[in-house]
């Protein structure tokens, strides 16, 4: 009575307060948690009615999981205090380390990452010059509570660094292993192409996301197999049958004009390590 068909929305304060002034005696009513963020709501269907017995307020009917109720007059006007609890949802932390693969020293900067959670965006984030970038607060997963909260996040690299290839969308979630109590990833999902190593301290996971190079060669000496460095090739475009000079993705001629033996070459050269990367 007096709340429509399709009832109120009331939202609590800064303080954890709601109020809902108007409400008619010994009307029953009831009140149902829709949304509580960072909380797992409380899934009671909470009933109540105030009557008066010869100017003697009351609750009756009372229904529900609640902290604490009272009923107290307050300027002269009975008032109804519910005390609802709800249990925060655990979270986590995400540190992505970008690597490249088979290469866990080369930190990758300039990788822009976008996460989402049930299609909503919660950040979009670019690693910095030592690879790393931070989401924070992610929420774990409870199999108890699975009906409230999956924990499932899709990560999406919206741009590699230079020279590398995008990788492909990854999806996670993490909970606790109830045999050790310590957090794990779960990478086992179908659309996962990758599994990628990662480690645990605190409540952190710090994830090694891998990058595979758009080109590498490496040269290698036959009979040693060590690496052979300050090696120099020449990268022709042959797509029409004959050598042409190449360009990369962004048009710019692959490698440094170099004259050798009276001749024009644009060449390019195998580092420290004997590889070459594009």
Avoid: C, H, M, W
Avoid at 57 to 72: A, W
Avoid at 106 to 119: I, Q, S, T, V, Y
Avoid at 145 to 173: C, D, H, M, W
Wanted: proline residues 2%; negative net charge; glycine residues 8%.
């Amino acid at each position: 009575k007096g709340l429509g068909a399709a009832g109120k929305i009331v939202t609590t304060n800064e303080e954890g307060i709601g109020e809902k002034r108007g409400l008619f005696l010994d009307e029953e009513y009831t009140l149902k948690e829709v949304k509580a963020e960072g909380y797992y709501l409380n899934e009671d269907t909470i009933k109540f009615k105030i009557v008066n017995n010869n100017g003697v307020y009351s609750i009756e009917g009372l229904e529900g999981n609640l902290k604490d109720s009272r009923l107290e007059i307050i300027d002269e006007i009975p008032t109804v205090i519910l005390e609802i609890e709800d249990e925060q949802k655990p979270v986590y932390n995400l540190q992505i380390v970008k690597i490249e693969k088979g290469n866990k020293e080369n930190l990758l900067e300039g990788a822009k990452f976008k996460l989402l959670k049930d299609n909503d965006e919660i950040g979009t984030l670019t690693t910095n010059s030592e690879g790393i970038i931070d989401f924070n607060n992610l929420y774990l997963y409870n199999e108890e509570k699975n009906n409230q909260e999956e924990g499932v996040y899709r990560l999406k690299e919206i741009l590699s660094p230079e020279g590398y290839i995008r990788a492909p969308e990854y999806t996670f979630r993490a909970q606790i292993n109830t045999e050790t109590n310590e957090i794990e990833l779960k990478q086992d999902y179908e659309e996962n192409k990758n599994q990628y190593e990662y480690e645990v301290e605190n409540n952190t996971i710090k994830l090694y996301f891998e990058n595979n190079p758009t080109f590498k060669l490496t040269k290698i000496d036959g009979q040693t197999q060590e690496s052979l460095p300050n090696t120099k090739f020449v990268i022709y475009d042959i797509t029409n049958g004959q050598e042409e000079i190449a360009y990369d993705t962004k048009n710019n001629i692959v490698g440094e004009l170099e004259n050798i033996e009276g001749r024009d070459y644009y060449v390019v050269t195998t580092d420290e390590n004997g590889e070459i990367k594009k």
